[in-house]
T-cell receptor, first 110, second 112 residues
Framework: DAKTTQPTSMDCAEGRAANLPCNHS???????VYWYRQIHSQGPQYIIH???NNETNEMASLIITEDRKSSTLILPHATLRDTAVYYC???????????FGEGTQLTVNP | DSGVTQTPKHLITATGQRVTLRCSPR?????VYWYQQSLDQGLQFLIQ???????AKGNILERFSAQQFPDLHSELNLSSLELGDSALYFC???????????FGPGTRLLVL
């Protein structure tokens, strides 16, 4: 699975959009971009995933660049409950394991 | 709530002991995965089962073993426990192997 690079930490004001970047310059054509988050030692929570098109669900939007070498997770209106470590994971769809990196600690401030 | 359940929530035991962690996947999910999260290693994949059969192994120690039963629940057995085995152990499940994994709340193991 391709390696990902994320900033160690980010801050966001409550009510504003949180944009979390991820670089995955060695991504292969059959690899998907997955985002999970972990709120203080709870089980990782699935957020969204995509291959090459932008995706949106009730939690977030995923923007993948045309060359697929980077992506951005967007939380449109961050709340204090969105404070968590966010993991960007690149995974072959048929693969079994998820390979977690260090992730980005997002802190939403009041 | 992901629909994946894990028991117990907390476990405190002594070095050298053996423990069993239990995971019930979401209804309809055939694949179960085990992950370990320790302070110094982060979240690491241990092992995967699909419909009762072992499918993939990660960084799982020989002292650790797992199985998936006909009702699809899974157990992770940790034996000859060491201080360094203290960690959060998460179970995840997915409908099929290539589908999205959903995680349980975890079991926090403390080895004294």
């Amino acid at each position: 699975d391709a390696k990902t690079t994320q900033p160690t930490s980010m801050d966001c004001a409550e009510g504003r959009a949180a944009n979390l970047p991820c670089n995955h310059s060695t991504i292969s054509g059959n690899e998907y971009v997955y985002w999970y988050r972990q709120i203080h030692s709870q089980g990782p929570q699935y957020i969204i995933h995509g291959l090459k098109n932008n995706e949106t669900n009730e939690m977030a939007s995923l923007i993948i660049t045309e060359d697929r070498k980077s992506s951005t997770l967007i939380l449109p209106h961050a709340t204090l409950r969105d404070t968590a470590v966010y993991y960007c994971i690149v995974r072959v769809r048929s693969g079994s394991r998820l390979t977690f990196g260090e992730g980005t600690q997002l802190t939403v401030n009041p | 709530d992901s629909g994946v359940t894990q028991t117990p929530k907390h476990l405190i035991t002594a070095t050298g002991q053996r423990v069993t962690l239990r995971c019930s996947p979401r209804s309809g999910d055939l694949s179960v995965y085990w992950y370990q999260q320790s302070l110094d290693q982060g979240l690491q994949f241990l092992i995967q089962y699909y419909n009762g059969e072992e499918r993939a192994k990660g960084n799982i120690l020989e002292r650790f073993s797992a199985q998936q039963f006909p009702d699809l629940h899974s157990e992770l057995n940790l034996s000859s426990l060491e201080l360094g085995d203290s960690a959060l152990y998460f179970c995840a499940s997915s409908v099929l192997e290539q589908e999205t994994q959903y995680f349980g709340p975890g079991t926090r193991l403390l080895v004294l």
